[in-house]
């Protein structure tokens, strides 16, 4: 029995744009959020409050807050690692923060610069303010599925980890297979593992799309009960810490899949292609969607 209704998260803004090298303006990180809020997109992390040093496309992340339209019922987002990412996401009207931990520890060294026991330390006074004013936090944990640098992630290392963040106060937790190396084999069993440790209600997929297991990856995970699933529209971006790695799943391809199978999710197709077509023109970038391309050429 397949979830009636799928709350998708659109990661585009932040895990899609944050790998580009060119400049991108406010205007057209604006213009690309509330195109997805038009589209029907309930969910949409806006950017990160990380170091600039390490994420320079990040660094106007206060900027796009401040100059979106927020529409009633949509939760804007945006990555925190720290309390002083807290507290900048405060400063610029944040009201929902993601922390991100990683599941292999090299990954974790690579990304944040400390490792796993170390971030999840770093968590905990962020935590404490959050729930000072009444921010919500989401937890993610990346490498899942296999890591750039320490190969294979056993799926109990995940659970641990997923069932600390829920601990500390995380009201979900997202599964990233950054490197997008998993199969539906790898998802089932990561997520029965993880299911027994935590809630599945609380628990979110979040695919990279290098090895174009993605999609196969989602219905495995529908299958296991999981409703949330990370998203970017035109499929954009990749990390910055996991050479090679593709974008996220693509929204419109995730949206194709769904509306197939008689989910629910709230968000409109034709809007969405739009949306992703357009920041692909102002990237200069081939349309990273299967369904946008299809749709588009017709
Ligand atoms: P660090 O160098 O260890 O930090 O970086 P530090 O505490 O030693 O501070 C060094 C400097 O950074 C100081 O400045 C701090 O003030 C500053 P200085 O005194 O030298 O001028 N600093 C900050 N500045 C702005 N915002 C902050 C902040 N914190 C410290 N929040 C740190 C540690 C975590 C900051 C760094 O490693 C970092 O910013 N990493 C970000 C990495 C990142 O954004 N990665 C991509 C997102 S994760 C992802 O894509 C995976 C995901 O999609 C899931 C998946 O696919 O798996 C979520
Ligand atoms: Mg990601």
Redesign the pocket.
Known sequence: QFPPRVRLVE?GP??GL?NEQQPISVAEKVRLVDDLSAAGLGYIEVG????????PQ?AGSADVFAAIEQRPGVTYAA????L??FE?ALAAGVREV?V?A?ASEAFSQR????SIGESLQRFAPLMEAAAEHDVRVRG?????LGCPYDGAVQPADVAHIAAELIGMGCYEV?L???IGVGTAGDTHRLFDRVCRDVPRERLAG?F?DTYGQALANIHAALIEGIAVF?SSVAGLGG????RGATG?VATEDVLYLLNGMGIETGVDMDRLVTAGDRICQVLGKLNGSRVARAMLAR
């Open positions: 990661v932040r895990d944050q990160s409050f990380v170091s600039p040093r390490w994420v990040m990555l925190a690692p720290n002083k990412g900048a993601a991100f990683a990304n944040i610069n400390c993610y944990i990346s490498c899942v997202s990233g297979d950054t979040h990279h990370d990390c910055p810490y996991a996220n």
